[in-house]
């Protein structure tokens, strides 16, 4: 079973900076990576798959690259809206299956 | 617009069953597979399974399987998931999601998901 690893755990930054966040894959996932951003009380929203694809509607602030078994996940210019929980998720495409990592908790600084 | 509506909130005692729904609409439910994930109370986000409404083929997380069942009902759209006897530890809130292809039909990923139900199992 392929592990997840976000790190960090949470990450203090100010508005207007930028956020770089990690995932790490027990074993290479290629490029099946995605990731999801999640506010309190809401339901996840999807950023980026295949690594680096942006979802539509998805700002071009944000941005994600990486591909094996390290993978980043990068905000620039840190809005208000930004800060939230950000889960990185590995997919197998046949038979399906996908594990999550435990999320990074991006907090204002 | 695609949308998944989930049932309400659940109230239930340890050893009771529960049959949560996942309506679909703005597609046709046979399209996409649909996949279940559980969160705890301040925990992240765990796969319980997929499944295909065309067939109904399903598929378990290892960690999962036995513990849940996973259905559809194609005539009215909607998807289930469904426990015969609740512990407290199912207490968490449940989400459905639409698993979407990119055009190479490599790549996937969930959406949207459901608002979510809020399952609690107390006694």
């Known amino acids: 079973e392929i592990v997840m690893t976000q790190s960090p755990a949470t990450l203090s930054v100010s508005p207007g900076e930028r956020a770089t966040l990690s995932c790490r894959a027990s074993q290479s996932v290629g490029s099946n990576l995605a990731w999801y951003q999640q506010k309190p009380g809401q339901a996840p929203r999807l950023l980026i798959y295949g690594a680096s694809t942006r979802a539509s509607g998805i700002p071009a602030r944000f941005s994600a690259s990486g591909s094996g078994t390290e993978f980043t996940l990068s905000i620039s210019s840190l809005q208000s809206e930004d800060f939230a929980v950000y889960f990185c998720q590995q997919y197998d495409n046949w038979p399906p299956r996908y594990t999550f990592g435990q999320g990074t908790k991006l907090e204002i600084k | 617009e695609v949308q998944l509506v989930q049932s309400g909130a659940e109230v239930k005692k340890p050893g009771e069953s529960l049959k949560i729904s996942c309506r679909v609409s703005?597609?046709?439910?046979?399209?996409?597979?649909i996949a279940w994930v559980r969160q705890m109370p301040g925990k992240g986000l765990e796969w319980i399974g997929i499944?295909?409404?065309?067939?109904?083929?399903?598929r378990y997380s290892p960690s999962f399987q036995g513990q849940v069942t996973m259905s559809v009902d194609k005539s009215i759209g909607t998807a289930y998931l469904e426990w015969s006897s609740l512990k407290a530890s199912d207490t968490a809130m449940y989400y459905c999601a639409r698993r979407e292809l990119d055009s190479s039909g490599y790549h996937n990923w969930f959406d949207p998901w459901g608002q979510g139900t809020l399952v609690t199992v107390s006694s």
């Open positions: 499944i295909y409404p065309g067939d109904s083929d399903a």
């Open positions: 703005g597609y046709h439910l046979l399209n996409n597979w």
